[in-house]
């Protein structure tokens, strides 16, 4: 928000599925379901919360849009969404889970090993289906994700561009080019993150990032 304060640019924070209620005047109320399950155990979510999800993403880039903007920048708050991303791209790719899995915000060796067998389990508890995105998103995604899968979408419609800015944005905007390929034109990169699947993902975009 600081940031966003000294460039002079819009924050829009949208609760999609958080587990908490959070009160605010500049907070869109989208909330679908209050957090979501356990990945390892069952579906994330309902094909259908994933779907709503989406369609929250579309609506409001679509609304933003509409007002006037003219760039859209793409961020999140979650808990574990990289271990999320993971598990979405290391399906999407079809690449090994180690490949595609980090330390996050900073886990020990210990710590990156239950990550990486927390994602094992779940895609194998949830079996998801590389070639329906949306199969991928409800049962091993989160809210943020397929929230922000709309927002690339929904900004694409408007013919308007739209950063990706680290691993989460850019699992949502490689999922989002499994629905339409043709939105990915309107997409900017800009950073490579620190993550492992950072420069992969970002290389199965063809995007090439300004820093």
């Known amino acids: ?17 958080v587990a908490t209620p959070l009160h605010g005047e500049r907070i869109l109320q989208k909330n679908i379901r209050r957090g979501t399950a356990n990945l390892s155990q069952s579906p994330a979510m309902t094909r259908e919360e994933a779907e709503r999800a989406v369609l929250v993403g579309v609506e409001v880039a679509q609304e933003l849009c509409a007002n006037g903007v003219k760039l859209l920048g793409t961020g999140e708050m ?15 790719l079809h690449r090994p889970i180690t490949e595609m899995t980090g330390r996050g915000a ?5 710590g990156l090993q239950r990550k990486i067998d927390a994602i094992a389990r779940a895609i194998e508890v949830n079996r998801p289906d590389a070639n329906d995105p949306l199969d991928v998103l409800h049962k ?12 690339f979408l929904g900004g694409a419609q408007h013919h308007v561009p739209i950063v990706i800015d680290g691993v989460i944005s ?8 499994k629905f339409c390929p043709a939105a990915a034109g309107y ?12 420069k992969i993902v970002l290389d199965a975009l063809g995007k090439k990032p300004m820093l």
């Open 170 to 177: 850019a699992a949502a905007a490689f999922t989002a080019m």
């Open 78 to 92: 979650g808990i574990g969404n990289t271990t999320t991303s993971s598990a979405i791209l290391s399906v999407l």
């Open 1 to 17: 928000c600081a940031m966003g304060r000294a460039a002079g640019v819009e924050i829009v924070p949208v609760d999609i599925g």
């Open 140 to 151: 091993v995604g989160g809210f943020d994700i397929a929230g922000l899968v709309g927002v």
């Open 106 to 110: 900073g886990l020990s060796s210990a």
């Open 187 to 198: 997409w900017l990169a800009a950073h490579v993150s620190k993550e492992p699947a950072g």
